[in-house]
């Protein structure tokens, strides 16, 4: 049976994009993948300025969101990545085999270190703690969206160096586990769902709320008139109709559209009419965390346990390959 591991950053409270860029799959993953491993990426969060208050927030917000969602911690392993200080270690190995100039290359770094005009050593050496998240668990698969199927190279090349380095075959080489739903774009129709885009619709806001987001959303920008035919493949509403409607509500959706049976704003009230149906259980779920917040620390902990558990056998296995294991008279000769 394959490993599961992948983390999200703590955006706080989920929106539709990552739900159902990563989330979404996930629940289903750990049906099929029991003990999953799935991490709050929180030491990823503070390679740029940003203020502790909020981060704790948004920490918070994201391991509830999370649980609200579906994770289930008797099926799936959830911890908060900075209870398992093993990542830092491995991190730290990992870049004494790493060559700068692959990092120097990756395209997130040159695009946020060009604008700050300190740069942290931080930045740079981001995709290293990405490997080590992944390999800590020598996890052999990381679902991830088609965007961030590069992102796993570095762990795939460290994987390799370390194993050709101390002539063992000790770590797997990830795989990418391929997200079932495409790419997301905001409600603006011009760049990817993103909180701080403000173009998304919040995992937990009440159907008003999601109405009056999704009313003005973008459409075909060909249909200018109810009597103009339609193109649902060009329409990120038709997007969110696969997403969240049912096979034959999605081939009724596309026929009314390709012969204007349908203005955009009806189109629109079937679509919400299958987001309230998934996301009120979740909302619930919520609202009953939020009453017992416990629930929410004793999975993080039961998670942080496991995980640790796992991380310190990989740890203490990488240290004896590596010669920096435990001095014994014995060992010594
Ligand atoms: Fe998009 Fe629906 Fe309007 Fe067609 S009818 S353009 S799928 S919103």
């Known amino acids: 049976m394959a490993r599961i591991f992948s983390g999200i950053q703590p955006s706080g409270e989920l929106h539709i994009g990552n739900y159902l860029g990563a989330v979404k799959n996930w629940v289903q993953l750990q049906a099929t993948h029991p003990g999953a491993i799935y991490c709050v990426v ?4 503070i390679t740029g300025s940003y203020d502790p208050a909020v981060l704790r927030a948004r920490r918070w917000g994201m391991a509830k969101s ?3 969602a579906g994770i289930d911690p008797a099926k799936a392993v959830l911890f908060m990545q900075s209870d398992v200080p093993e990542h830092t270690e491995l991190s730290w ?11 120097e290359r990756q395209t997130q770094f040159k695009d946020k270190s060009a604008k ?3 740069i942290p050593a931080g930045l740079l050496m981001y995709p290293v703690l990405q490997s080590a998240d992944i390999l800590l668990y020598r996890a052999d698969s990381v679902p991830v969206g ?3 199927i590069q992102h796993l190279e570095l762990a795939r090349d460290t994987s390799r160096k370390f194993n050709l380095k101390f002539g063992v075959e000790y770590f797997p080489e990830p795989k990418p586990l391929l997200t079932p739903t495409r790419r997301i774009m905001g409600l603006d129709g011009n760049a990817k769902m993103s909180k701080s885009l403000g173009n998304t619709i919040g995992l937990l806001e009440t159907d008003d709320e999601i109405w009056q987001k999704l009313r003005p959303a973008m459409t075909d920008p060909q249909r200018v008139r109810k009597s103009d035919p339609g193109r649902p493949e060009v329409c990120n509403i038709f997007q969110l109709h696969k997403a969240f409607n049912d096979e034959t509500t999605v081939t009724n959706v596309a026929a009314q559209c390709r012969t204007a049976g349908w203005g955009c704003m009806d189109c629109k009230k079937v679509l919400l009419e299958g987001m309230v149906q998934e996301l ?3 909302r619930r779920r919520s609202e009953d965390l939020d009453a017992e917040p416990q629930q929410v620390l004793d999975a993080l902990a039961d998670g942080g346990r496991t995980a640790r558990g796992i991380a310190q056998q990989t740890i203490s296995e990488v240290r004896e390959i590596m ?9 010594l000769g």
């Open 323 to 331: 010669g920096l294991g435990a001095m014994t008279a014995a060992a």
């Open 66 to 68: 999370l649980l609200a």
């Open 280 to 282: 009120t259980p979740i």
């Open 93 to 103: 190995i990992f870049t004494t085999i790493t060559p700068l100039g692959d990092l």
């Open 116 to 118: 700050v005009e300190s």
């Open 42 to 45: 929180d030491y990823h969060a």
């Open 146 to 148: 088609e965007d961030q």
